[in-house]
């Protein structure tokens, strides 16, 4: 047995087996988040190259794999990583119970993460890119509404997704050339700016982000949700992988400055169009540029750990995200996303209101710490880019204020239809939502013990000083 | 006579089959110039990949065609769109345009990309050709065929920079996969009018 196949292999594998489940969804969910818990819980208590067992009846899990003459890689240093992203699914799935729209989610979910680990995996990592390209057209038929008379955002997604292969491909040649030829400074200057082009397209760098709204707008809010967040996440790993493993790269003049100016103008161009956007069904994309823009601007930093500060960021965005798209989920499906929505769902609506104050780094809210660590460095390090990040701030801000005002103003014609058709908003959700408001608190609150966990997710890029 | 001579002549074919993709109305013609599109990428990748592997890249392309053809009395009516001859005479314009770019800007290119500046050219045009294709439509089959287009172009440039078989795989897969994507997006916006109709 070994690691590639058991958190890469085993849940494409499974993925397909709980698809074929479909006509019995009630087992397809339950075996799905199920399968959702286990890789996360064996992310946690089975060791990668270390004996497992007694000595007679023990084994090990080997970290590599041969496929085609290239190697999948999975160490023992980057299981807390895994680990995060098997506990962030697992979570999202948990949604799954009130949202029937989006139960698609749990059998594709499986598949997608499989394929993004493997990506994670496969060395030497070029490969990536063709990796996630297949989990990006794996993904249409669940972003496809069925009801969607419109695919623009969707053709959009799958166009960017696939510009990005050519140049990572392209900068992983480079990348080796440069490192075959370490005098010569225009194959490094080449590489990066291919690397750069390549992750512009995934990330959505300003201003190749105009899909992510048009998707969310189109799709489940938290099946788009979901699949943003992730790709998202496993690309910013990538980058810090890229990053670590060459290190001439890393500390080339212009590079921390590039990534500055490109997560400056995404947190202030995803802050602003969130302000003046008056779907608060487009949110979660434009939060999702808004966190990718601070991931960039964290890892461009200087001096201790610019890495811990990275995931401190990830992991209330994913819990935020989590609880922003359920909410959200919850006041389309009742229609009321806006106007009146606080009378009709008032956990839902707090709930989303808790998670844009939180994720524009309000005080003692989940994002408050890392963001007054993060703002703390800019302004000894670059204070031009803390007045984007600043003004960005602002805007979402105030995207929170506008949302909450329409969202306390009652509507003019209540729905009167809905009200007698839709169930009552139920008490698991309405516990769900408060323990995701205590969740978000106690991270503000007391953030030495998830600062430990952020610590442990970086634990495999040790080459980064 | 070698494939070295004939190779000019393998270019101007491509560009001659990229055109029709982009201009024709007639799907039935566009999926006929998609074909002898990937046959003239197989006959120039032969140069850098063995033919075996290149073999693979021909097969996987008359595969998607076939694919195509297969349904080709649902899905036709979705090329044969609404635009208008100025239109069209606009894409191919910009596109020529963008071709004569390339072939001046091609020494430049070749500094950063050294390969076979015929095979340079040839992956580039079909590279420009994806690119207007993509840039300039709405239409999911339009999209598709300029994706396919884009890939087949960057193939050709990436065999001559690394003929891994690994990449030749997983980028078949991708071409199928996109073969595939665009399929079901047609097919399933045809249900939905079908439905409200």
């Known amino acids: 047995m070994n690691a590639p196949l058991i958190w890469a292999g085993l849940p494409i594998l499974f993925g397909v087996v709980v698809w074929l489940l479909k006509k019995y969804p009630r087992i397809q969910l339950l075996a799905g988040c199920g399968l959702f818990v ?45 680990m995060l992203l098997f506990g962030f699914s697992a979570f999202w799935m948990l949604g799954l119970f009130s949202i029937s729209q989006a139960r698609r989610l749990v059998s594709y979910g499986l598949v997608i993460l499989g394929l993004l680990t493997a990506s994670l995996m496969v060395q030497p990592f070029l490969y990536a890119a063709l990796i996630i390209e297949a989990a990006v057209l794996i993904s249409v038929p ?17 166009i ?13 040649w480079a990348a080796n050339l440069a490192e075959a030829n370490p005098a010569n400074g225009m194959f490094q200057i080449r590489a990066a700016i291919l690397l750069a082009l390549g992750f512009s397209f995934m990330l959505g760098v300003f201003p190749l982000f105009t899909w992510m709204p048009m998707l969310s707008e189109e799709t489940h809010p938290y099946i788009s949700g979901f699949l943003l967040n992730l790709l998202s996440v496993v690309i910013l790993f990538l980058g810090v992988r890229f ?33 003046f956007d008056r779907k608060l069904i487009r949110l979660p994309a434009y939060l999702n540029v808004f966190q ?3 991931a960039l601007v964290a890892l461009s930093l200087r001096g201790a750990s610019p890495l811990i500060l990275f995931s401190a960021l990830l992991i209330p965005r994913l819990i935020m995200t989590g609880y922003l798209c359920l909410a959200l989920s919850v006041l389309e499906r009742k229609q009321v996303l806006g106007k009146g929505a606080f009378a009709d769902q008032p956990f839902a609506a707090v709930m989303v209101l808790v998670s844009i104050f939180s994720m524009s780094g309000f005080p003692l809210l989940a994002g408050f710490p890392s963001m007054l660590l993060l703002i703390e460095r800019l302004g000894q390090q670059a204070p031009a880019i803390l007045l984007l990040v600043a003004l960005g701030l602002i805007a979402l801000i105030g995207a929170g204020i506008r949302h909450m005002i329409s969202m306390v103003t009652p509507a003019a014609e209540p729905d009167t239809q809905s009200l007698f058709t839709e169930p009552a908003s139920s008490v698991l959700l309405n516990i769900y939502f408060t323990a995701g408001i205590l969740v978000c608190l106690i991270i503000g609150l007391f953030p030495s013990r998830f600062m430990l966990a952020a610590e442990e997710i970086v634990r495999a890029f040790q080459n980064w000083q | 006579m070698n494939l070295a001579q004939v190779s000019p002549l ?12 982009l201009m024709l109305q007639n799907f039935r013609l566009a999926l006929a110039a998609l074909a002898a599109q990937y046959l003239l990428i197989f006959l120039l990748i032969t140069s850098v990949l063995p033919s075996s592997l290149a073999l693979v890249k021909l097969l996987v392309g008359w595969m998607i065609t076939a694919l195509l053809v297969s349904e080709i009395w649902l899905i036709e009516k979705d090329w044969e769109n609404r635009i208008a001859l100025s239109g069209n005479l606009l ?21 950063w990309i050294p390969v076979n500046q015929t095979v340079l050219l040839g992956g580039l045009i079909l590279l420009s050709g994806g690119l207007i294709q993509v840039g ?35 980028l078949v897969l991708v071409n199928i996969g996109i073969g595939l994507t665009g399929l079901f997006l047609v097919i399933r916006g045809k249900e939905e009018n079908e439905v409200i109709q």
């Open chain 2, 10 to 21: 393998l270019v101007v074919l491509l560009m001659a089959a990229s055109l029709c993709i």
């Open chain 2, 91 to 111: 894409r191919g314009g910009v596109l020529i345009l963008l071709w004569i770019v390339v072939y001046l800007g091609l020494p430049l290119i070749q500094l």
């Open chain 1, 142 to 158: 669940l972003l496809a509404e069925p009801a969607a008379h419109n695919s623009r955002g969707l053709v959009r997604f799958i």
């Open chain 1, 243 to 275: 990053l670590n493993t060459y290190g001439w790269l890393r500390t080339m003049a212009g590079v921390p400055n590039a990534l500055q100016i490109a997560g400056g103008f995404m947190v202030l161009s995803a802050g602003l169009w969130a302000g």
């Open chain 1, 292 to 294: 990718n823009g601070l």
């Open chain 1, 38 to 82: 286990l890789f996360a819980l064996l992310a946690i208590f089975l060791p990668i190259e270390n004996p497992v067992g007694t000595q007679r009846a023990g084994f090990i899990i080997n970290s590599s794999l041969n496929i085609l003459g290239r190697q999948f890689v999975l160490t023992f240093a980057e299981q807390p990583m895994l």
């Open chain 2, 136 to 170: 300039l439509s709405n239409q999911v089959l339009r999209v598709s065929l300029g994706l396919l287009t884009l890939f087949s172009g960057f193939e050709i440039i990436y065999a001559a920079l690394e003929p891994s078989v690994l990449v030749s795989g997983l």
């Open chain 1, 160 to 172: 960017f997704l696939s510009l990005a292969v050519p140049f990572t491909l392209l900068a992983g």
